[in-house]
T-cell receptor
Framework: AQKITQTQPGMFVQEKEAVTLDCTYDTSDQSYGLFWYKQPSSGEMIFLIYQGSYDEQNATEGRYSLNFQKARKSANLVISASQLGDSAMYFCAMREARGAGGTSYGKLTFGQGTILTVHP | DVKVTQSSRYLVKRTGEKVFLECVQDMDHENMFWYRQDPGLGLRLIYFSYDVKMKEKGDIPEGYSVSREKKERFSLILESASTNQTSMYLC????????????FGQGTRLTVV
């Protein structure tokens, strides 16, 4: 079963507008972490934002915020005031304390990604 | 400056060859990961290691093995390369636990002909 689901293969947004990228996750762990990464056309993976499962406040980093709804198991990324340089692939990821065998610690799995295109 | 270094940026190998992809990190991280990235499929976890000589299968381990003899180095081995293993391979490392971000290498574009 897919642990991380990103249902939007592609999204378009006008420059200076806000955009929300969707992410849902599946875990039975109580302790886990949620991440968003950006991958521009150059291929590098850039860490954007982190949300811990016990954090009560939604995480924010500059123009990025994470809309964390624990009961719905969703962790959507909101980018405010989009810029042309925001055009990239965006990945949602989850770190679980324990894997299927119960022996792992910090396993990191990713979703399928969403390609964001910002129009001028 | 933290670094994860993959030994090759581009690699072309023949079907049936044994292929080694090397990854080295200089951050004293316990966790290291190997992913493959294919269009529409995102990053899929092949194997990860949470300590020296400790490993766990990811979602797509078939056709791959790994080796971690030293903390800083994590190798991905394609025992007998096949054309369906043509892909971008990404290595990452992180501290143990659920809170630490992962740092990525630059990726290796492997083509099996």
């Amino acid at each position: 079963a897919q642990k991380i689901t990103q249902t939007q293969p592609g999204m378009f947004v006008q420059e200076k507008e806000a955009v929300t990228l969707d992410c849902t996750y599946d875990t039975s762990d109580q302790s886990y972490g949620l991440f968003w990464y950006k991958q521009p056309s150059s291929g590098e993976m850039i860490f954007l934002i982190y949300q811990g499962s016990y954090d009560e406040q939604n995480a924010t980093e500059g123009r990025y915020s994470l809309n964390f709804q624990k009961a719905r198991k969703s962790a959507n990324l909101v980018i405010s005031a989009s810029q042309l340089g925001d055009s990239a692939m965006y990945f949602c990821a989850m770190r679980e304390a324990r894997g299927a065998g119960g022996t792992s610690y910090g396993k990191l799995t990713f979703g399928q990604g969403t390609i964001l295109t910002v129009h001028p | 400056d933290v670094k994860v270094t993959q030994s090759s940026r581009y690699l072309v190998k023949r079907t049936g060859e044994k292929v080694f992809l090397e990854c080295v990190q200089d951050m004293d991280h316990e966790n290291m990961f190997w992913y493959r990235q294919d269009p529409g499929l995102g990053l899929r976890l092949i194997y990860f290691s949470y300590d020296v000589k400790m490993k766990e299968k990811g979602d797509i381990p078939e056709g791959y093995s790994v080796s971690r003899e030293k903390k800083e180095r994590f190798s991905l081995i394609l025992e007998s390369a096949s054309t369906n293993q043509t892909s971008m391979y990404l290595c990452a490392s992180s501290l143990v636990g659920t809170g630490g971000e992962a740092f990525f290498g630059q990726g290796t574009r492997l083509t099996v002909v």
